[in-house]
C-alpha cells in the first residue's frame, strides 16, 4: 500500500470514530439502548483511568477494561490514538482545514512541548495530595482521596462537555426552529407527513417542541469558548493543543517511548525539508533521521509526501536511531508535582471547615444537590471528569454543572436543579453512563430510599399556608407520597415527611409560586455517606405519613379511606 | 353586585327549568319511557356503560349517544384530551385506561375524521415516559392517532375567558382550539385539592400555565371559568378502575368499577361521576362553581342516567 492511501485510510479512520463518538453522543438518551457503553471513549481514556484511580486508591473495573486495551496499544504503536481515534484530535484536524489554521514556519513555532508533560506531573502531584476521605474517618477506615482536576486538561472529557453543554442546545435549538419557525407544522403534522423523519428524530430527541423539551445549561458558553479556543490555537501552530499542552497526549507519548512502530529514513533524502513542513505535531527536527518519537502521532504525512520515497513505516527496525526524546528538566518536573500538590492544598483549604456526614462542606450552598447513587462528596468531586454525560442524558434537563454550589473544587460538577428539572422516578439514566462510577449506577426502584436531600415549605410564600386559595399541586406530585396536607385553621396545607423525602425536587419544579418556588429541596438529607443498605434500612423505619384530613368530610375528603363505600348512593 | 345579578338572573332560569322539567315529566310519564322527550325539556343525559371490557364499554356508551357519526364529520380533525398526567402505570388508575384513549381512537377515525390527535400537557416528567408508561402512546398510536406532549409554550395560544371571574385570559393548546371536534377522555379519581378529578379538572391539562390557576382568587372557580369558554363536544369518563386514596397520582387504593360514563354536558357527567366516590356533586367545589356559571347541570334530579 502506498503511503498516499494510507494517509487515506487514516483520515477515514478518523471520522469513523468522529462519527462512532457523535452518534454514541447523541443515541445517550434515556432510556440508554446504545450497542456499547455511551461512554465508551471517556472508559478507554487511559488518562481518565490512571488519574481516577490514582485519587480514589483503588481499582475501578469498568474504566480498567477498556483503557487497558489503548494503554497497550500505546506501548506497542506509540500515539497511534491522538492520529487516529481521538475525537478532539479529529475535531483539530478538521477545524484547521474548514478555518485554513496553517501554523507558523515550523522554526517559529513555540518550542513548549514540555508544557504537557509539566501539566501531566502536575495533575499527578495534585492526585497525591492525601485527603482524610470524610465517610470513611466516619467508618473507622483510614482511607483517604487525592484531588483530581484532570478535567480541567483531558481532550476527551473536553470534548465530550463540550458538545453536551454547548452542542445540545444548540442541536435542540436548531431543530426547533426549523421545525417551528420554518416549517410551521406541528407533531400532529411530523406524523401525518414525515413519519420516517420523526422516527428517525425520536431516538435523540432532536427538537421538534412536539417531541421534546428545549434543553439549557449554565456555563455552555464557556466550554464552547475553550473548544473554540482550543481549534483556534492552530494559527498559532497545528495541532498546538496536542504538541504542547495535552496531558493525555504527554502519557501515550511516555508509553511509547519503546513503541515498536518507527520511521525509517534511508540514504535517499535529500533533505529537502517537505516532511518537516507536512508534519503536523512537528515531530521532525531538521534532520529527518532523528524525529521525536514521542511526538509523533502515526500519521505518517511524512511518508506520503516525500518525494524520493526515502521514509518507510517499520514495525520493530532498529536500522535508524531516532532522537531520544523530549528532554524534560528534573528540576522542572519536580517543580510541577510540588505545584500540583500546592494547588491541591490550596483547594482543600476548607480543611478543618465543618462538613456534613456525606461530605458536604457546610460553608457551601445549601443547594449542593448530588444525582442519585453519587458517591461522598469528597470521591464524588474527585472521580467526576466533567464530561457533561450525565446531564445530557438527565431527560428532565435538571442536572446542571456546579458553578459555586460545591466551592471552586467542584466546578462543573452535576447538581440537581429542581426549578429547572426533578429526577424522574423511573429514571436511572445517569447512573449508567458515568465512565468513572463516581455516579454509581442503581436501579429506578432503589430511588425510594437514595436520598438526595430533603424539601421543606417556606410558609410564608406558599399559597396555601399563607392565603387561603387552594394549592397542593406538591402534594400532588410527589412521587413518593412524601408530602401530605395538614388542616391548619381550616385550610390544607401541604407538609413535607423528611424521613420519606428523597430530594427529587418535583415539588419545587411545580410549585406556581413565580420565580423560585415556596418549597425547596435543600441538601440537609444527604446521606450518600450511608450504604444504600443502611439507606434502605432508614427507609423501611419510617412511618407512613397519615394525613390529618382523612376521613372529613368536604374538602380534603378527597383522601378519605372507604369513601366508595356504595358507588350510586345519590340515585 | 355580582350576587343581585346572580340571583335574578338564577331566578329566571331555575323558573324556566323547573317548568321544563315538570313539562318535561309530564311528557316522559305520558310517552312512557321518552329519552327524547327529556331530551326534548332540555334534560341532559349522561350514558352509562357497565361490565364489558374498555373498548366495548366505550362503543356502547357513545352509541347510545347515538354514535360517534353525530360529533365527527368526515374529514374532521378530532382533539382526544386524555389524562396522560403522570408516570404511572395503567393499572395504578392514575391515568386514563390505554384502551379506552383507543377505543375512541378507532371510533373518530371510523367516523371519517381525517387526523386524530391525542395530547396533553402533563405535570410529571419526562414526557417520554409518561407515553410509553401509561401505556396511551402505545394504544393510541395503534389504533391511527397522533400522540404527544404539549410541553413548549410555542403550541399555545392566548384565549381571553370572556365570563371569567378568576380566570381572564390563560394559554391553551394551539391543536384545541383548531380541532373540529374536542373529546376529553378524562379517568376519575381522587385529589388532594379539587376533592375529586373529573371531566372539568382534566381540562387543567389543554392550558400552558397551570399554576396562574392556583395563584388565581380561587382554583375552584378558576376550572369553573375555563368551562365558560373552552367546552369539549364530547366527555368520556374512564371508571374502569378508579383510584381511591393518594389522587391524583398515586400509587393509591383502587377499586374496579368497570364503567364509562359519556355525555354532551361536561357538568352532568362530572355530578354523575361524583356520585362513583359517594359524593353529592355540590359537594365538589369546581362543580358547585361551574353550575353557579349555568355552563351545565349538577343536579342529578335533573339529570336522564340511561343506562346500557
Partial sequence: ?571 | MSRDEYTRRDFIRRALGLGLAAYGLGKGLKLAGGESAAEAAGKPTVVVARNRKPAELVRAAVDALGGMGKFVKRGNTVLVKPNIGWARKPEQAATTNPEVVAEVVRLCKAAGARQVKVMDHAVDRPDQVILSMTGIQAAATAAGAAVSMASSPALYERVNIKRGKALKQTDVMRDLLRADVFINVPIAKVHSSTVLTLGLKNLMGTVWDRGAWHGSASLDQAIADYLTEIKPDLVILDAVRILLTNGPKGPGRTKDLSLVAAGTDSLAVDAYGATLFGKRPEEIGHLARAREMGVGEIDLRRITIKNV
Avoid at chain 1, 489503548?70 to 504503536?77: E, N, Q, R, T, Y
Avoid at chain 1, 458538545?163 to 426552529?177: E, K, S
Wanted: proline content about 6%; some cysteine; overall charge positive.
Fill in chain 1, 1 to 571: 500500500m502506498t503511503y498516499r492511501r494510507l494517509r487515506g485510510l487514516r483520515r477515514a479512520c478518523q471520522l469513523l470514530f468522529f462519527t462512532a463518538f457523535v452518534a454514541l453522543f447523541a443515541l445517550a438518551v434515556y432510556p440508554i439502548r446504545t450497542p456499547v457503553p455511551p461512554d465508551i471513549f471517556l472508559r478507554s481514556d487511559p488518562l481518565i483511568a490512571l488519574s481516577t484511580m490514582v485519587s480514589l486508591r483503588r481499582i475501578v473495573l469498568p474504566l480498567l477494561w477498556f483503557a487497558l486495551p489503548v494503554a497497550g496499544a500505546s506501548i506497542v504503536l506509540g500515539r497511534v490514538f491522538c492520529g487516529w481515534v481521538c475525537p478532539m484530535g479529529t475535531a483539530i484536524d478538521i477545524g484547521e482545514r474548514v478555518a485554513h489554521l496553517r501554523g507558523r514556519r515550523p522554526s517559529q513555532a513555540p518550542p513548549w512541548r514540555r508544557l504537557k508533560f509539566y501539566v501531566l506531573v502536575g495533575l499527578l502531584g495534585m492526585m497525591a495530595l492525601p485527603v482524610a476521605h470524610r465517610s470513611a474517618r466516619e467508618l473507622g477506615l483510614s482511607q483517604s482521596v487525592g484531588l483530581s482536576a484532570i478535567y480541567v486538561m483531558d481532550p476527551i472529557a473536553l470534548i465530550t462537555r463540550t458538545f453536551a453543554l454547548a452542542g445540545t442546545p444548540a442541536a435542540q435549538w436548531l431543530a426547533r426552529y426549523s421545525s417551528d419557525t420554518v416549517t410551521g407544522w406541528t407533531y400532529a403534522d411530523f406524523a401525518d407527513r414525515h413519519p420516517l423523519l420523526l422516527r428517525a428524530l425520536s431516538p435523540v430527541q432532536l427538537g421538534l417542541s412536539a417531541v421534546a423539551r428545549p434543553v439549557y445549561f449554565r456555563a455552555g458558553l464557556l466550554t464552547f469558548a475553550v473548544f473554540v479556543g482550543i481549534i483556534a490555537l492552530g494559527r498559532v501552530a497545528r495541532r498546538f493543543w496536542c504538541r504542547n499542552l495535552c496531558p493525555l497526549g504527554a502519557l501515550l507519548g511516555a508509553m511509547g517511548k519503546w513503541s515498536a512502530l518507527r520511521l525509517a529514513v534511508s540514504d535517499r533524502c535529500t533533505r529537502c525539508l517537505r516532511c518537516v513542513n507536512e508534519c503536523k505535531m512537528g515531530a521532525i527536527t531538521e534532520n529527518p533521521k532523528a524525529y521525536l518519537g514521542a511526538e509523533c502521532i502515526q500519521c505518517h504525512a511524512c511518508a506520503a509526501v516525500c518525494a524520493e520515497g526515502a521514509i518507510s513505516v517499520t514495525l520493530g527496525s532498529r536500522q535508524v536511531g531516532r532522537e531520544t526524546e523530549v528532554r524534560l528538566d528534573r528540576r522542572r518536573l519536580l517543580g510541577s508535582l510540588g505545584a500540583g500538590l500546592a494547588a491541591a492544598v490550596l483547594l482543600k483549604v476548607d480543611w478543618g471547615a465543618k462538613r456534613s456526614a456525606a461530605g458536604v462542606l457546610k460553608v457551601s450552598s445549601s443547594r449542593l444537590l448530588r444525582p442519585p447513587g453519587a458517591l461522598a462528596e469528597d470521591e464524588f468531586v474527585t472521580a467526576c471528569v466533567r464530561c457533561g454525560e450525565c446531564m445530557k442524558v438527565c431527560p428532565t434537563n435538571a442536572l446542571q454543572p456546579a458553578v459555586g454550589e460545591g466551592g471552586l473544587e467542584a466546578l462543573g460538577t452535576p447538581v440537581l436543579v429542581p426549578r429547572i428539572g426533578p429526577c424522574a422516578q423511573q429514571c436511572n439514566a445517569c447512573g449508567q453512563v458515568c465512565p468513572t462510577r463516581a455516579i454509581e449506577p442503581f436501579r429506578p426502584e432503589e430511588k425510594a430510599h437514595l436520598f438526595m436531600g430533603t424539601a421543606a415549605v417556606n410558609r410564608s410564600t406558599c399559597i396555601a399556608w399563607s392565603s387561603d386559595r387552594t394549592c397542593l399541586v406538591c402534594d400532588e406530585a410527589c412521587s413518593y407520597n412524601a408530602i401530605s396536607q395538614v388542616v391548619e385553621n381550616g385550610r390544607q396545607a401541604p407538609v413535607v415527611h423528611e424521613d420519606i423525602c428523597v430530594g427529587c425536587g418535583i415539588c419545587e419544579w411545580v410549585c406556581p409560586v413565580e420565580p423560585l418556588g415556596a418549597i425547596h429541596v435543600g441538601s440537609a438529607g444527604d446521606r450518600r455517606h450511608l450504604s444504600r443498605e443502611e439507606q434502605r434500612r432508614l427507609r423501611e423505619m419510617a412511618a407512613e405519613p397519615v394525613d390529618q384530613t382523612a376521613g372529613e368530610a368536604g374538602r380534603g375528603g378527597g383522601r378519605a379511606e372507604g369513601a366508595a363505600g356504595s358507588p350510586y348512593p345519590g340515585l
